[in-house]
C-alpha cells in the first residue's frame, strides 16, 4: 500500500472512530420546557441552567409559544448532574451606542465627557424592567433545581405576584 493510500485508510479510520464515538452517546441529553408568567408564555427570556457539580453551563432563549431547548458548545442538552435553572427577560432595554470619544484620536477622554455619557446610560437602564420575579433571575437565588437526565420536560410556572410554583 502507497504511504498516500495509507493516509487516506487511517483518515477513513479516524472518522469513522469519531462518528461511532459520536452515535455510542457524547453524555448530552435533551433539556426542554416552557415557561409561563401569570399563565401566558414568556417569550425571549433568557434559560440559564448551572451545573451544580462544575461544567459547562447550557443556555436557551424562550420562543414566542415559551419553549425552550438548552444547549452547550458540545451540543444540545447538558451533561448528566444536578442543575439549577435561572430566568431572565429585561424589557425596555435600549442598544448600547459607542461613546461619543469612540474613534477619536490624540484627544483623551474628559472627565466631564465621561461622566455624561455614564448619566446617559444610567437614563436609559432607568427604562428598563425586568419580568421574572426577584429569586428566579440568578442561580444563586432560584429555587428551580432538577437532575440530567430529565424523565419529562421542565414546566416553570412564574407570577408576578407571589413566589412561582
Known sequence: MT???QRYALM??????????GCSGSGIYP???????????LAGATVTCQPQGGGQPAFATTTANGSFQVATPAGKGAT?????LSISKVTGRKPEPAPPWAGRIG???????????EQKLAEDRKQEHEAVPE????????PVKFTVP???????ELTSTSPPK
Open 3 to 5: 504511504s498516500a493510500m
Open 12 to 21: 477513513a479510520v479516524m472518522v469513522l472512530a469519531g462518528l461511532s464515538f
Open 31 to 41: 433539556i426542554e420546557g416552557v415557561v409561563r408568567l401569570d399563565g401566558a408564555p
Open 80 to 84: 448528566p448532574g444536578e442543575y439549577k
Open 107 to 117: 484627544k483623551p477622554v474628559t472627565p466631564a465627557e465621561r461622566a455624561a455619557w
Open 135 to 142: 429569586p428566579y433571575r440568578t442561580t444563586a437565588t432560584t
Open 150 to 156: 430529565l424523565d419529562k420536560d421542565l414546566v416553570i
